[in-house]
């Protein structure tokens, strides 16, 4: 059995500045040889310039982006950006991590880590042993970052012991925050504590003192009429040039089809069969084929986004290839904030959340129900395996619930709940 009683270290987080002077070369070297975009490279050399100046010198790349980023009024699809940049600089300087398409596992994950006390960490390396789990693939186990982010959260709190994780503690740790009322963080919390319940006496009793958490029922966020209104304004307009031709054809695709983000950045250009009108692909999420009929608002944002704008010397296979590194596609991502981008230009739920692609496919199902479309057909649209999955989507259909709802003419309330 592991005793553990340390004490929480302050993670040293200073950039080792002269030593990026000496290799930041190889980075931008790996850049142009990967024929990375111009703006890409660009903004990679502004971040190592202000890393460089003596004049105002950073500390960490977390002062870099509280200074230099943060600091400014950058809309959230600016701020992602910035975000990828300064951890393609990032990953390079502590990890020696070249961009090629992907994140930097150790730096995406590792972060709260990076932040833990000795003790802590040794309890973290003994769960990733017994899980048998690869350093590319802790992003995928919600068990070892939620156990992570609760050892985290108790160190800050000033548990820096076990022993010294109160009920208190963890009530709050799942009362605060998106954590609040939880199902799944309390459960993936619990397996990933019984997975290493015998190095400490305190993990049984900290275990015991997990709260018993309800299923959540979450009503799906729709797109509101004047919204839907806005959008397909934009897109049948071809003077309306707020929306860039790629960005038409995605929100095309979003709004009438209902395909998942990870669809559309996977869509091929042999997936599309103009001549019988029909979109035939394999779904990311789940491995199962799905038709979708091809309509005229699609395939004319398609088309025009193809013959127009979208790169002709780009000979790779996908539909909206990365303009980041040419032959591939848009990460999942990139769809998400591109969609959070059309919220602004449009100026859309400013200052709200639910700004991605899924509330385009909650719209479509609520819509289709709303016009008793059957159940087994909404779900084949929408590529579910299931047709229950659709029962989700029935708390939004206000057209029906509203014929369910009681009259309460007999009980007039006072004229204090009314706004007369």
Known sequence: MISIFVLALKPNTYMDIEQLKFTHQKLLAHLESCNYNKV????VKIILAALFDEKSPISSYEDYWERIVNSRRYTKFTLDLKKMYLNTVRAFDEYGHLPNGRPCAKLLFSSNYKKLNPGYKLLMDEFRNRANMAEENLSKSAK??????????????????????TDKLVLDFFMTGKRKGSKHTQSHLRLALDKIRDLSPDIPRIISLLPKMKPKKRNYNNLRDFEVEAIKDCLSNPLDNRMTLREKAIVALALYTGMRGCDIANLKSGDID?????????????????????SANVGNALLIYILNERNAEDRSEYVFPSKVQPGKRLSYKSIGTIISGVFDKLGLRPGESHRGIGVFRHNLATRLLGAGTESVIISGILGHTCPQAVEAYVDSDITHLRELGLSIEKYPLPKTYTDE
Not at 144 to 164: C, D, H, R, S, W
Not at 278 to 285: D, G, N, T
Request: charged residues 20%; hydrophobic residues 50%.
């Open 144 to 165: 070892y970052t939620t156990l992570a982010l609760f050892l985290l959260k108790m160190q800050l709190a000033g548990a820096v012991m076990l022993n010294e994780v």
């Open 40 to 43: 890409y490279i660009k903004e």
């Open 274 to 294: 103009w001549e019988n009108e029909e979109i035939r692909l394999i779904q990311v999420k789940t491995g199962y084929p799905l038709v979708l009929p091809l």
